[in-house]
């Protein structure tokens, strides 16, 4: 029993260190960051782009969204824990939202 509330504690820690260092950072520099991410690169854009018409793609962490448009013959959901980042994305005309990405809603 004690080794399993150390572990459920261990986890506790870790989301909560996860939250101050990796998601608080982000919601703080996503204007900065997204302005220095706006180039996709060639060989994901070439990947995307060989998909069949009419693929459903799932861009989790995608960020400001850069890829979600390179490929206008399939349907790209985009998916990301950075609130700021996903309004980036969705302000472009993207679909997005905002959710855990190891805890997907589809």
Request: proline residues 7%; charged residues 20%; glycine residues 8%.
């Amino acid at each position: 029993v004690n080794q399993i509330m150390e572990q459920k504690s261990l986890h506790a820690d870790s989301k909560e260190l996860e939250k101050e260092h990796v998601h608080d950072v982000y919601k703080h520099i996503a204007v900065h960051f997204s302005e220095t991410r706006y180039k996709p690169w060639p060989r994901v854009a070439q990947f995307l782009q060989q998909q069949p018409n009419g693929s459903l793609i799932a861009d989790v962490g995608c960020g400001n969204g850069k890829y979600l448009g390179v490929c206008p013959h399939a349907f790209i959901l985009g998916s990301d824990m950075c609130p700021p980042l996903v309004s980036i994305a969705g302000g472009r005309s993207h679909e997005v939202l905002v959710c855990d990405c190891l805890n997907l809603p589809y």
